[in-house]
């Protein structure tokens, strides 16, 4: 059982005064700044890098901003935010920029195809929130207590003097409300609220980006998660009798709907809403046959850490990892880190 019970895994970080200063200088010198965020990328990694691009180009930088996907596309979900005319092809991105910021990005591995760049950067300064954080980069702003990476572009915008407008709001605010579960998760703290109080008088419209995030989906959507609730799987002696619930999403199931890869993102959200299990998992095939798996807790088991060991990574109740074995053997492979069964008798 040891190794199964959260929390655990490495120190929490905190942001040295020093780093604030020295990432305040470099932003204010630079004329050019090449933004990133991490691959696959979700509302708090787009919207963070977003956000801050917009209030750079608008303080007069040239600003380039991508991540490091082959099929480098934004998901549908985060189509709504501005800023998207900073994006550029990783190919289009410069190649030893003079300063980069990472936005979201705990190790080098998930920079994908940008990590060759990071590597030649003159200066690196790393944004980010993930207690797996490996401390790569020139400049760490990482603090793990952080409901999101967009808490800390607030903050390194206030140190920088610029305002707050409508759409980086909606960037930021987008970064806080997904990270946070939409103000459900325990890292919803008085000062997550004021934040959120703080963009939306920007004169925000929550309605409509709470449905933008959650409330559409095409009608495919309804038929394939039927078949991944369908053949969901309750396993209560798992973790030490915790207990598992998962299921999986094939690529012939979206192919016979024609549901891109990307609308199965919220079937997470359906499982782990099983009451009796710790832990949930949802592995949804890709477009290249690949596994992209995710896991939940509610707290007792940490999964980070085992999805750390299966070469991904993430927080305590919320990680993931990419697999190229079946779905049962990728199971059995999670169930043995997240510890031993019950036995049968408990
Ligand atoms: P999701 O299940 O929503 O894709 O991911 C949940 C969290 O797990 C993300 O916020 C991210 O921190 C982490 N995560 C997901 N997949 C990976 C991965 O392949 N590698 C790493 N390092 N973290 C991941
Ligand atoms: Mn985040």
Not at 139 to 147: P, R, Y
Request: glycine fraction near 8%.
């Amino acid at each position: 059982m040891s190794g199964v019970r959260a929390p655990q895994g490495p120190p929490a970080h905190v942001v040295r005064e020093a780093d604030w200063l020295r990432a305040v200088e470099l932003v204010r010198d630079a004329g050019e700044v090449a933004l990133v965020c991490h691959v696959a990328p979700d509302g708090d990694a787009l919207g963070s890098m977003l956000g801050l691009g917009m209030a750079l180009r608008r303080a007069g930088k040239r600003v380039t901003a991508s991540f490091g996907d082959r099929s480098f596309a934004v998901p549908r979900l985060l189509r709504f935010l501005p800023g998207q005319d900073l994006l550029v092809e990783p190919a289009a991105y410069p190649e030893e920029p003079e300063l980069m910021i990472s936005f979201d990005v705990p190790t080098v591995d998930r920079l994908g195809l940008l990590a060759p760049n990071a590597g030649k950067a003159r200066e690196l300064i790393v944004v980010d929130h993930h207690p797996s954080n490996t401390g790569f980069g020139t400049v760490q702003l990482v603090d793990s207590s952080a409901a999101s990476t967009s808490v800390l572009v607030e903050e390194l915008m206030a140190r920088l003097g610029l305002d707050v407008d409508h759409d980086i709001a909606t960037c930021l605010y987008t970064g806080l409300v997904t990270d946070t579960g939409s103000f459900r998760h325990s890292s919803t703290t008085p000062a997550v609220h004021e934040m959120a109080a703080r963009l939306v008088a920007t004169g925000l419209r929550t309605d409509e980006i709470a449905r933008e995030l959650w409330d559409r989906s095409p009608f495919a959507y309804l038929k394939v998660l039927a078949a991944a609730l369908d053949r969901a799987t309750l396993d209560r002696h798992a973790a030490g009798g915790l207990g598992l619930v998962w299921t999986f999403v094939t690529r012939a199931d979206r192919a016979a709907h024609c549901l891109p890869y990307d609308e199965c993102e919220g079937i997470i959200d359906v499982i782990r809403r099983t009451d009796e299990p710790d832990v949930a998992v949802v592995l949804k095939e890709d477009d290249e046959g690949a596994w992209q798996v995710s896991t939940r807790s509610k707290g007792q088991v940490d999964v980070g850490r085992a999805c750390t060991a299966l070469g991904g990574g993430g927080h305590v109740r919320a990680a993931g990892f990419t697999s190229h074995d079946s779905p049962e053997e990728t199971m059995a492979s999670f169930r043995s880190l997240i510890g031993p069964p019950a036995s049968p008798s408990t």
